[in-house]
């Protein structure tokens, strides 16, 4: 079974903060993704990642940045948290191309 | 406009009936089509996916997909309570590294 695991379920950061959130595949899964999911607006592509150190923007990147130095580890940063980031953030994994992506548990954060 | 379309819901059926989830999609180039899972609170599971014109069928879970009128269904036979959730239809194109447009979702409650 594939099986993404997120570093924190619930998380809350001051305004301003810097906040890390890290996202883990045991899979081999070239493909990673990050997205938030607010009500009524559905799952919005942050960034996504093809290979290591590669990245590509997703619908909605402003204020957020990623990192990918390892195959199995997707990192999401918000260089200076903002309320309107407050949300549930959800990794993805995939292998390929036209496959599924499997869903770590997901991040919900609270930015006060 | 939307990419992936879905009814919000929600849908109601008492249970033991068949539920039938719809989703249409804009871009003639999609490939692949998935369905989602996704419990209150919790993240998206995946639960079907199907890549050719016809019917899918896994247990009580049949997806129909229809590529000349960019339309994808899926049926839950026998629907049980435990399958009240909302419903995400996701929808790939080839050669982007299994990148996913969702659609919003759609609520289904079982009744007793």
């Known amino acids: 079974d594939v099986k993404v695991t997120q570093s924190s379920r619930y998380l809350v950061k001051r305004t301003g903060e810097k906040v890390f959130l890290e996202c883990v595949q045991d899979?081999?899964?070239?493909?990673m993704f990050w997205y938030r999911q607010d009500p009524g607006l559905g799952l919005r592509l942050i960034y996504f990642s093809y290979d290591v150190k590669m990245k590509e923007k997703g619908d909605i990147p402003e204020g957020y940045s990623v990192s990918r130095e390892k195959k199995e580890r997707f990192s999401l940063i918000l260089e200076s948290a903002s309320t309107n980031q407050t949300s549930m953030y959800l990794c993805?994994?995939?292998?390929?191309?036209?496959?599924?992506?499997?869903f770590g548990p997901g991040t919900r954060l609270t930015v006060t | 406009q939307k990419e992936v379309e879905q009814n919000s819901g929600p849908l109601s059926v008492p249970e033991g009936a068949i539920a039938s989830l719809n989703c249409t999609y804009s871009?003639?180039?999609?490939?692949?089509f998935f369905w989602y899972r996704q419990y209150s609170g919790k993240s998206p599971e995946l639960i079907m996916f199907i890549y050719s014109n016809g019917d899918k069928e896994d247990g009580r879970f049949t997806a129909q997909l229809n590529k000349a009128s960019q339309y994808v269904s899926l049926l839950i036979r026998d629907s049980q309570p435990s399958d009240s959730a909302t419903y995400l239809c996701a929808v790939g194109l080839t050669g982007t590294a299994s990148k996913l447009t969702f659609g919003t979702g759609t609520r289904l409650q079982v009744t007793l």
């Open positions: 899979m081999d899964h070239e493909n």
């Open positions: 993805a994994s995939s292998s390929g191309q036209g496959n599924g992506q499997y």
């Open positions: 871009d003639r180039g999609s490939q692949s």
